[in-house]
């Protein structure tokens, strides 16, 4: 069996009342591809915020590379390795593209602590290069991402997790605002990074794309897991039935 990157044990999150994700036993191994489906409110990206550091379990254990980690922040998370594409983009509205590739690890010419001078060209040319990388199409690097459309926001977010070496990318409905061409470019960098054996996580709504690029699905509920599928051993109907709970996941034990 493949070494494990990342696993959940009985990862939980309550809400003032809300059980948003209840007891959440998840693995992903080396080089594995896991799409999380599951419907509006089903606890999805409360799952991603508990792993990515941006927000605290209620409860259960979080075990990444080989040690339990405690995220202090999201910073923490991606120090550790961590990338994420969130589904409400955590881009800096005032900054450009540069500065928003960078964000946390600026490239700094003279060290002076907050008074620092950064180096903007090799900003610059990094960006152009990491978006040549990743065949996503920005007009113009120097605007502001306020004065982007959401599909070009949402291409450069998804510049900046492929761009930095990661033990692991996360991406939160990725294509859900882009148009075709766009959902297209995204999904070949997610082949890219299949190739490169780079383990992915990959939450969406989309039959067709995840079919197209996972090996395993898991299926929230309510907050629960209630089906981990190997993808050449179902179908998008037998999805369908967990997603709505026509078939519930009570004979299943854990996601590995
Ligand atoms: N900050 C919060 N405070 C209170 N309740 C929350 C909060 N964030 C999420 N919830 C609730 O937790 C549940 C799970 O939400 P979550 O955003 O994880 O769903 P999701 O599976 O990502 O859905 P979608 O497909 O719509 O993105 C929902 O009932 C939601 O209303
Ligand atoms: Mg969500």
Redesign the pocket.
């Given at each position: 069996m493949e070494k494990i990157v990342l696993q959940t044990q009985g990862l939980t999150k309550h809400?003032?009342g809300?059980q948003?994700l209840s007891d959440a036993n998840f693995t992903l191994h080396a080089g594995e591809h896991v799409a999380i489906m599951?419907?509006?409110?089903?606890?999805?990206?409360?799952?991603v915020r508990q792993i990515t550091g941006v927000e605290a379990p209620t409860a259960g254990k979080i075990i990444f590379d080989g040690r339990e980690v405690n995220f202090a922040g999201p910073l923490d998370a991606r120090e550790a390795g961590i990338e994420a594409v969130f589904?409400n983009l955590a881009l800096a509205d005032d900054l450009d593209v540069p500065s928003n590739l960078f964000l946390g690890r600026e490239k700094i010419l003279v060290n002076l602590g907050p008074f620092s001078i950064l180096d903007r060209r090799a900003m610059r040319r990094a960006t152009e290069e990491a978006l040549v990388k990743t065949a996503v199409k920005i007009p113009n690097l120097s605007n502001t991402i306020r004065n982007m459309s959401g599909g070009q926001r949402q291409c450069v977010a998804i510049a900046r997790t492929a761009t930095f070496a990661s033990k692991l990318i996360i991406m939160d409905?990725p294509t859900a605002a882009l148009g075709v061409q766009e959902t297209a470019q995204v999904e070949n960098i997610i082949r890219t990074l299949k190739a490169a054996g780079e383990p992915l996580i990959l939450i969406s709504?989309n039959m067709r794309q995840v079919f197209d690029l996972v090996d395993r699905i898991v299926v929230?509920r309510r907050?629960r897991i209630v089906a981990n599928l190997r993808r050449d051993e179902t179908d998008g109907q037998d999805v369908v039935a967990y997603i709505t709970g026509a078939k519930t996941g009570a004979e299943f034990e854990e996601a590995v």
């Open positions: 809400y003032a809300v948003a599951g419907d509006n409110g089903a606890g999805k990206s409360t799952f589904q409905e709504h929230f907050g």
